[in-house]
Structure formats: C-alpha cells, structure tokens
C-alpha cells in the first residue's frame, strides 16, 4: 500500500512569514501533484511534478521534487491571509496514472 | 472553475437506501475518476472510468458501483448506505487515462443518519 505522509498536520502563522510543508513516502511516484482545498470545495491543482529533483515556482510558492521521486515540499514566501486551506499531495504510479494517492493533507491558517 | 460539475451538492439519506451522485466532466476530457473523503482526510481513490469502461478500483465494496455514458458524464451509484458513507465525494476529470493531471469538481456532501 502506497501511503504518503504530509507534515505538519496543522500550522498557524501570521501573515508575512515563510513556510515549508512536506509530503512523504517510502514509494516512487511517476508524478506527484499539489492541491489546494478550501472547506466544502473540490482540491484545486496548484503543480504537477514529474522529474526528481524538479523546482517549480508559482509567484510565492515554491514546489519541489525529491531526486527519488519519494517526496515533495511545498515551500511559501511571505504568506498571506489567502494562502489559508488545506494544501494536499498526491501521487500517481505508472501503471496507475489518475488514480491518485492522496496525503491527508496539511492545514495552514495565515493571521492577518 | 474547472468546468467539472457535480449535483446535488447536498444530500441526506438514510441507512440502509441507496444513492446517486452525478458528475460532468471537462469539455474534452474522457476519463473520469471518483473519489470519497471523509473528514479531516485526504481523497480516497474509489474507482476510474476511461470511455464508458471501468479503468481502475480502489478498495471500496461492490455496493459501490459507477457508470460512464456516450457523453463521457458519470455516475457513482452506493447501495446499502452505512453510516461511515458520510463523506464529500469527489469527481475529477482528465484529458485521458494517461494523464496524472485531474480537475476536481466542488463535490457532493453525503450525510447518511
């Protein structure tokens, strides 16, 4: 059984401050996605990253893919009130692509 | 907005009945997969179709079963409502069977008492 593992499960800061969460596991992914979800609402995709060792930037956020293709990291540059939800990996295999596996996710709350 | 369409968005049932939850997919997309979440967790993987055929299963019981029509819309059917069935069920789309790279629709909150 393929389980990823995000850290932390809650976090709280307060607006302007960096973070970093991460989603873990002892599988290889052939690509791993990053979403964001808000209460009662579908995740909404923020990256997908498919090489190891893969950086991408969206504006503040920062993703990135481990060179094992095991883990990820979401890293966040002065967040912001907005930032808040829920932040959710998931991972595909080969042989299973678009049957994700999903983390059970990390919730960041940014005070203004 | 991902173009993804589910009704309801609410529902209450009771246990023991039976439900149908609907989704519409992207314009273009032909691969639609399920998911359910429960509270305080991540999606769970139930199964996938990929035109009109059954492309995948995660670990969820017969009584939960789906269909795929011509216009590659989708429905996830659930007999024998039990209790831990609440949960926001989830339908995300994708260009095909291949693709990692899903659009959710907003979900269908199922509370079963």
């Known amino acids: 059984t393929q389980l990823l593992e995000q850290s932390p499960q809650f976090l709280s800061i307060q607006e302007g401050e960096n973070l970093t969460v991460y989603c873990n596991s002892s599988?290889?992914?052939?690509?791993l996605q990053w979403y964001r979800q808000e209460p009662g609402e579908g995740p909404v995709l923020l990256v997908t990253?498919?090489?190891?060792?893969e950086v991408k930037k969206l504006k503040r956020l920062t993703f990135q893919f481990g060179d094992a293709r095991k883990d990820s990291s979401l890293h966040i540059t002065a967040a912001q009130p907005g930032d808040t939800g829920l932040y959710l990996c998931?991972?595909?295999?080969?042989?299973?692509?678009?049957?994700?596996?999903f983390g059970d996710g990390t919730t960041l709350t940014v005070k203004p | 907005e991902t173009g993804v369409t589910q009704s309801p968005t609410h529902l209450i049932k009771t246990r023991g009945q039976q439900v149908t939850l609907r989704c519409s997919s992207q314009?273009?997309?032909?691969?639609v997969s399920w998911y359910q979440q429960a509270l305080g967790q991540g999606p769970q993987f139930i199964f996938q179709?990929?035109?009109?055929?059954?492309?995948g299963r995660g670990n969820f019981p017969p009584r939960f079963s789906g269909l795929q029509f011509p216009n590659y819309s989708s429905e996830l059917n659930v007999n024998a409502l039990e209790l831990d069935d609440s949960a926001l069920y989830l339908c995300?789309?994708?260009?095909?069977?291949?693709?990692?790279?899903?659009?959710f629709g907003p979900g269908t909150r199922l509370t079963v008492l």
């Open positions: 998931a991972g595909a295999r080969w042989t299973n692509a678009g049957k994700s596996t």
């Open positions: 990253v498919v090489t190891g060792g």
């Open positions: 995300a789309s994708s260009l095909s069977a291949n693709t990692d790279t899903q659009y």
């Open positions: 314009s273009g997309h032909n691969t």
């Open positions: 179709y990929y035109r009109e055929e059954e492309n």
């Open positions: 599988s290889v992914f052939s690509s």
